[in-house]
């Protein structure tokens, strides 16, 4: 909190003077200028122009140069094609290099996805690759304060200790948290490096933001990712957000449904906040936190009463109606509004413009998947869908917008703790599968695990590693107790239970940062010693491919050499695979130059391995292609018109089916009936077998992608399918070698897909979308109170689970939390959010002069009924404390965006621990420019059932001046 006030000729506190500071070398190098001009000296142009408004005049008046400054002589300028680092909407940032040096970025209009439009941290990202509080080389912790070590020390040290670790307690007892800011080659590499290290304890962001989608999409309607795009809104005719503020956390998304609203499109808003988002609905609709399923069950039974569903559709396409109807008969509309406080009237109007404006879609973030119920949560909304007939059709989807640059990358192909790259999971046959990619033996790469079964166990999760520290050894599912973590590109700030997660940090044999930025986790430690900061580049300083949130994959070219003594990630990983004796199985059909393996070889293994999901088409050479002529890609459909690229959808979204030189499009809609599957259409995927309780679960005749031989539904195809067909024989004499015994995920020569492709069939079958799933703990979901309502009386009536044990490798506790009643206590529902300036943990945009003056210190909304009671102002610094004992000193902004007895927070702060300010124990100059409390400090316990996915949505608090 270190800029709030300005008074002129007077800093406030060390971050202004440090921003201050920066405008001067600036004005002391730069001749007197117009505002563009002296914005284009400072590395900005147009792009940044949209901060420099909102900035005060006086900050950026004409500066008078200093005398006898020489301009220097201009060198070769280099135009570098590459992606914002911050949220999923994959903008196109055009980097201008001169001599080396990033001097400036345009407006990318070329770009189908931006279209030359950026957020406040899109037009500053210049500032994240040249930030100046980085990490510049590796440091160590000694008697509590950072020492410089060379980059030898660190891997000795650092690998010494870990291989000890190892020897002591077993390869488990490492945890490794991998990133959603790594590109897709870094993800698939770490996780392929924490394999031959021996161990499935590793994890990463979309653990904590959509785990819960993934699980809950994937199980209804066969792949866990979005399935329209944000471009395919411009055919929406409504949609619904819930738990979603685009308008911050996903600003140029919004550019493609204002446009759909100037063609008529209804805009629905659920949100117990009024949003920035909010501001621009026909109907907005506050709802108590924590009672999604409630409301959107309430939402189907007007559609059920009045006949909008579709009908036809879920005869042929759907599995389980019949048994969602029978719960949705019991949300009548007394009963929705007694559990989530919306009127009766609001629910049915939300139902008739869903049903009556169709296609329609529902667009959700993190207020509907951080719950304990946050699978449940995916599961209704994918469920309405599918009753309205809105799945695999242009302007309709469950479109999901993820949160980091990377996330849905890092998840299809990164380090999760339960599957390996693709959704194989852990089976034996998944690690068959790879290790005949990487071209190892699987015996060797067993002899690498503690045991078979530690092999095919899944890990612990990113949420909870802090637990397999603290807990009891008896009650951890693993041979020791973690005694060392990793954190390789994640913010400690973002996840809930601080207080737990700083004695874990205290009570470990070893803790490692590697990230540009040293993140909260180098201040919050409370170690003198044991503390490992190592520097890696960010993604400017490399290249490689990232993945948006509506499948379209991006490449970036390398902007900048790495900067100070900053290593890529990847080289790192290398290094320490070398010292871990596993760097030539690691790298086996990867080159390595100076330490650095090639990134388009890794991408190429992907493309070797990862058939499930399509990731196999998307050659490096593709890529480049499609960022080159960017230009050529319609800005609604995705489609290049013209060019080299003709018929390709922008980024080839997953799944781009089969080997590059099938030159698959990519699949811009999921489950799209209209096309054939080899121009992107694809129906639901038969993921569950072909029949349940006598049921089929195949899709029906006639329901089958254009020009599909098959006119019906079938199941998955594999050797034994193709024979049946006669179509075995189409395969090559080498196709058949590899694809005996095998199907079409497990094919490495990709036969048997390009053979089902040419018939008009889909690799992975032709299903029903399931709105049962009997394998999930409410196979249709209910509503659960949350653990920390305030609601005894709904408690009793809709409990949440059952205690669990041995849950990810941890018991993880559900009654015995919600048991206990502390609303007496703590009377202020308490809920988290985005902010548009901040991004995740914050450290990189709290560090960036342009945010940080934008937004310069931690809050908390309150209503104003809320302020009178408790005799407080805005600008007025209160405590918000919460029934773990934490206390949280921020500043109060009171606000009708809020109800009365519900009090708001973002997220992205850090650096301030119950009211102490840790800036001297950053390393010196590291420090963000703006600190302040981590509102999850604060947070409380909870975690979803089926992912362990943190509750952050809705806890309980007060509130009291300071």
Not at 356 to 376: D, E, F, I, L, Y
Not at 652 to 677: A, F
Not at 697 to 711: F, K, V
Not at 833 to 838: A, I, N, T
Request: with cysteine.
């Amino acid at each position: 909190m270190t800029l709030l006030k300005r008074k002129e000729g007077s800093a406030a506190r060390t971050g202004t003077s440090r921003l201050a500071g920066t405008f001067e070398r600036l004005a002391a190098t730069t001749a007197t200028v117009d505002r563009r001009g002296f914005l284009i000296r400072a590395g900005l142009t147009a792009g940044a122009g949209l901060i420099a408004r909102e900035l005060p005049l006086n900050v950026i008046a004409p500066a008078a140069a200093a005398e006898n400054v020489q301009t220097p002589a201009p060198g070769k300028t280099e135009l570098k094609h590459t992606v914002c680092s911050h949220c999923s909407v994959g903008c196109s940032v055009d980097a201008i290099v001169q001599n080396g040096v990033w001097v400036r970025q345009e407006t990318a209009f070329d770009s189908p996805i931006n279209m030359g439009a950026h957020c406040a941290k899109g037009a500053s990202v210049r500032e994240h690759g040249h930030g100046e509080h980085r990490l510049r080389y590796p440091m160590k912790l000694v008697n509590g304060k950072y020492q410089r070590i060379s980059w030898d020390q660190a891997i000795a040290e650092v690998g010494d200790r870990l291989l000890q670790i190892r020897e002591q307690a077993g390869q488990d007892a490492v945890f490794w948290i991998g990133s959603s800011k790594h590109n897709n080659e870094q993800a698939y590499l770490l996780r392929k490096f924490v394999s031959m290290w021996g161990s499935n304890n590793t994890d990463h962001q979309a653990r904590i933001c959509h785990s819960t989608t993934v699980a809950g999409v994937a199980q209804t309607y066969g792949y866990g990712a979005m399935t329209n795009s944000f471009n395919d809104l411009h055919h929406s005719k409504a949609v619904l957000f819930i738990g979603s503020n685009p308008a911050e956390a996903h600003p140029i998304s919004m550019l493609h449904f204002l446009h759909a609203k100037e063609l008529g499109a209804k805009m629905i808003v659920v949100d117990p906040r009024f949003t920035r988002t909010a501001r621009f609905a026909h109907h907005y609709v506050r709802i108590r936190p924590g009672t999604d399923i409630a409301l959107v069950w309430g939402i189907l039974w007007h559609i059920f009463e009045n006949g909008w569903e579709d009908r036809e559709y879920i005869a042929a396409r759907t599995h389980g109606m019949d048994e969602v109807r029978k719960e949705v008969a019991k949300w009548t509309p007394e009963k929705v509004s007694e559990v989530t406080g919306v009127p009766e009237a609001a629910v049915r109007t939300a139902a008739e413009m869903l049903a009556k404006n169709r296609p329609s879609s529902v667009v959700w973030c993190m207020g509907v998947t951080q719950h304990h119920v946050g699978t449940a949560n995916v599961r209704t909304l994918s469920i309405l869908q599918l009753a309205l007939g809105n799945i695999g059709i242009a302007g309709g989807g469950a479109n999901i917008y993820r949160g980091h640059d990377n996330v849905q990358g890092a998840t299809d192909v990164g380090p999760n703790p339960d599957s390996l790259p693709g959704y194989y999971g852990v089976a034996e046959a998944a690690w068959k599968h790879f290790a005949a990619v990487w071209g190892v033996d699987y015996e060797w790469l067993l002899s690498r695990f503690a045991s078979k079964a530690m092999m095919e166990k899944p890990g612990t999760t990113v949420s909870r590693w802090f637990d397999g520290v603290l807990e009891k050894n008896e009650f951890v599912d693993q041979p020791s107790n973690l005694r060392a973590v990793v954190f390789w590109g994640h913010a400690p700030n973002s996840q809930t239970r601080l207080p737990d997660m700083k004695a874990a940090m205290q009570k470990l044999d070893m803790l490692v940062v590697i990230d540009p930025y040293p993140t909260m986790t180098a201040a919050m430690h409370g170690r003198k010693d044991g503390v490992y900061l190592l520097p890696a580049t960010t993604q400017f300083e490399t290249q490689g491919s990232c993945t948006a949130s509506n499948r379209s994959i991006q490449w970036r070219e390398r902007v900048i050499q790495p900067l100070f003594e900053c290593k890529t990630d990847h080289e790192i990983m290398y290094l320490f695979a070398k010292k871990f004796g596993f760097a030539n199985e690691m790298c086996k059909n990867i080159k390595v130059v100076n330490n650095e393996p090639v990134i388009e070889d890794i991408l190429r293994e992907i493309n070797r391995s990862c058939w499930t999901i399509g990731y196999t088409g998307c050659s490096p050479e593709r890529l480049k292609l499609h960022m080159h002529n960017k230009h050529t890609f319609n800005p609604t459909t995705l489609r290049a018109e013209s060019g080299p690229c003709k018929g390709d959808y922008y980024g080839l979204p997953w799944p781009c089916w089969g080997t590059p030189e099938m030159k698959h499009p990519g699949t811009p809609i999921l489950y799209d009936l209209s096309k054939p599957v080899a121009e992107g259409g694809l129906p639901f995927r038969a993921n569950w077998g072909v029949a349940y309780k006598g049921d089929s679960l195949l899709a029906a005749d006639g329901s089958a992608t254009a020009d599909s031989e098959i006119d019906t539904g079938y199941p998955e195809f594999d050797h034994v399918f193709l024979k049946r067909l006669g179509w075995w024989q189409e395969l090559t004499p080498e196709e058949q070698a590899q694809a005996e015994g095998k199907n079409w995920k497990t094919d490495l020569s990709g036969g048997i897909i390009r053979v089902a492709i040419k018939h008009g069939c889909a690799p992975f079958g032709n299903a029903r979308a399931r709105c049962n799933v009997w394998n999930f703990p409410d196979p249709v979901p209910v509503h659960r109170e949350p653990l920390m309502s305030p609601r005894r009386d709904l408690v009793q009536k809709y409990p949440t689970y059952d205690d669990k044990a041995a849950f990810w490798r941890l018991p993880t506790l559900y009654k015995s939390v919600q048991a206990v009643d502390f609303s007496k206590d703590y009377p202020l529902i308490m809920t988290s959010g985005r902010l548009v300036e901040y991004e995740g943990g914050g450290d990189e945009t709290r560090s960036n002069p342009w945010l940080a003056e934008l937004q310069q210190a931690m809050f908390v909304e309150i209503s104003p009924q809320d302020a009178l009671n408790i005799g407080v102002q805005s600008k007025e610094f209160v405590w918000v404390e919460t029934p773990t004992g934490a206390r949280l000193k921020v500043y109060a902004m009171v606000t009708p965006r809020v109800p009365q007895g519900t009090v708001w927070m973002p997220y992205h702060f850090g650096g301030w621990w119950m009211g102490e300010d840790l800036r001297e124990h950053y390393p010196e100059g590291a420090a963000p420019i703006v600190l302040g409390e981590a509102a999850n400090t604060g947070w409380t316990y909870g975690y979803d059932v089926v992912t362990m996915m943190q509750e952050t949505k809705v806890s309980l608090c007060r509130v009291v001046r300071t």
